[in-house]
């Protein structure tokens, strides 16, 4: 939920594209960059999207698509670790009866320490999905960068029409209401991405194939 500028080489800069071209979509997904021309094994696969649009059940599918084995991390896990005293309040995350999220400091803190981390397992060769929302668009993108700067990295962005996302979440009944719509766009807004799927109509088993066949083993 997550500056400074990005820490990628420069010669991994030019070679992507930002969020607000106009992608070529197939009907699942599409390729934006070519940061990954060699042989290089993926590290972290980042997965961002608002909420419900599929990124958790797409990080359960690509552990059972990818080979080796891989730890699915997320957003949803560091705030349900958190005290209630973080769950609620200036200092930590509060969610409005509208939909909206706001961080405070305190949060930021303890964020800071979980992406630490999550870098640190995939740093000591364990494989990691995260399953993020970057409710600061590109300023998130950055604190992930910083955090995971040295290791491989997938970036896919995960796309869901707002009427679908907000359907689901009506379904699913765990989320204040709004949420989705909120954050359909917004979490895109600035992010550079390797690979975007769309999951309004794509099934996440189909979508993971897609992200597994950019993913270097």
Wanted: proline share 5%; hydrophobic share 40%.
């Amino acid at each position: 939920m997550s500056g400074g500028p990005p820490t990628w080489p420069e010669r991994h800069r030019s070679a992507l594209r930002p969020a607000a071209d106009s992608p070529r979509e197939s009907r699942c997904a599409h390729r934006e960059g070519a940061l990954y021309r060699g042989a290089v094994t993926t590290h972290v696969i980042v997965l961002n999207g608002g909420s419900s649009s599929g990124t958790s059940e797409l990080a359960r599918s690509l552990q059972a698509t990818l080979p080796e084995p891989w730890l699915a991390l997320g957003v949803d896990d560091l705030i349900e670790a958190m005290p209630a005293s973080l769950r609620n309040g200036d200092t930590g995350i509060g969610f409005a009866a509208d939909g909206g999220v706001s961080v405070g400091p305190r949060f930021r803190e303890v964020e800071a320490a979980w992406m630490a981390g999550v870098a640190a397992m995939a740093g000591a060769g364990a494989r990691v999905v995260v399953d993020e929302v970057f409710l600061g668009g590109g300023a998130s993108q950055r604190r992930w960068q910083h955090a995971l700067r040295g290791l491989e990295v997938l970036w896919v962005g995960v796309r869901c029409e707002s009427a679908v996302a907000a359907a689901r979440e009506q379904v699913r009944g765990d989320r204040v209401r709004g949420m989705a719509a909120s954050q359909a766009e917004l979490v895109h807004q600035g992010v550079r991405y390797d690979l975007q799927v769309d999951t309004t109509r794509t099934p996440s088993a189909e979508c993971a194939r897609t992200i597994a066949a950019h993913v270097h083993h």
